[in-house]
């Protein structure tokens, strides 16, 4: 007999960025009831030093798991990259990172073998989507860009006007001249998916772009199934389904956050709670 675990599952960004994870994560997974904690009063992660990141997360992920979260979701690349190691020693939980999905999605989508990936200074530095692509097809090159205006940009909810454009352009062609045979370029932070329509203008059809939002969801889905943890889809003896419940959490300005969180989320989007972290 199939056990079911109806507590949520914990989802964790340095701000607004995790939400693209979030939402495939609902659409794929509606039964499962989710946290989301978005640590919005210290982003942005990427040019924090890699000590800092591990501090600033093991702190948020302390928080989610005294919620008590079945699963976590580190949706943020920065966070991944640099404290996924530490992150695993404290939780009691499974946790899946947004950087394996992503790098298995990259070399799977790429024909030429060169992937081109943008992300945070700290990701890039960290060289974690490198060594994930090799290890995914150790046959395909990868070619990084960091973009560091980007993530303070999209915290703004500026996510159309042109100093986001002009941003891009300078990002993406630096990244394709140094290597004209890149076919695919992967989002490799997770605020990047809502600068999608930009990005895809910008590289020209000729480029698939690939980001780790689906294929994190995908991972999710097929851990709980592989532990038989699934949230139960409809009470006993009733086939009404339970509306799953939805929390989002935010350390910053909760007016600031709604104004990008209801950009993805619309009429479905839960009231955006405060909290205070211990540290803060
Ligand atoms: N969404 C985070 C990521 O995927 C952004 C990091 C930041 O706060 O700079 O890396």
Redesign the pocket.
């Known amino acids: 007999m199939t056990r079911r675990d109806p507590r949520p599952i914990g989802v964790f960004?340095?701000?607004v960025?995790?939400l693209t994870v979030l939402s495939e994560l609902r659409s794929r997974l509606p039964a499962e009831a989710t946290i989301y904690l978005g640590d919005n009063a210290r982003?942005?992660?990427?040019p924090r030093t890699a000590d800092e990141v591990r501090t600033f997360t093991t702190e948020c992920v302390r928080w989610l798991l005294g919620e008590d979260v079945k699963l976590l979701v580190l949706a943020?690349?920065?966070a991944t990259a640099q404290a996924l190691p530490q992150v695993r020693e404290l939780s009691g939980v499974p946790v899946v990172g947004v950087v394996r999905p992503g790098a298995v999605a990259a070399a799977a989508a790429t024909r030429s073998r060169h992937v081109g990936v943008i992300?945070?200074a700290g990701?890039v530095a960290s060289g974690a989507y490198p060594s994930a692509i090799a290890e995914a097809d150790d046959r395909v090159l990868t070619v990084q860009q960091a973009c560091p205006d980007l993530?303070p940009l999209v915290e703004a909810g500026e996510l159309s006007g042109e100093p986001v454009r002009g941003a891009l352009r300078g990002y993406l062609g630096e990244l394709i001249g140094r290597d004209a045979q890149i076919d695919t370029i992967l989002l490799g932070?997770?605020?990047y998916p809502l600068l999608r329509p930009l990005i895809e203008g910008i590289a020209g059809a000729d480029i698939a772009v690939v980001d780790s939002a689906f294929t994190t969801a995908l991972a999710v889905e097929d851990l709980l199934d592989a532990l038989g943890t699934r949230a139960p889809d409809s009470p006993s003896g009733d086939e009404r389904p339970l509306a799953a419940a939805h929390r989002i959490v935010t350390t910053g300005d909760v007016g600031a956050f709604s104004l990008v969180a209801s950009r993805i989320f619309g009429a479905s989007l839960p009231d955006i709670e405060a909290v205070s972290l211990p540290a803060l």
């Open positions: 960004d340095s701000g960025g995790g982003t942005p992660y990427g943020c690349n920065t992300a945070t990701t993530v932070c997770t605020h």
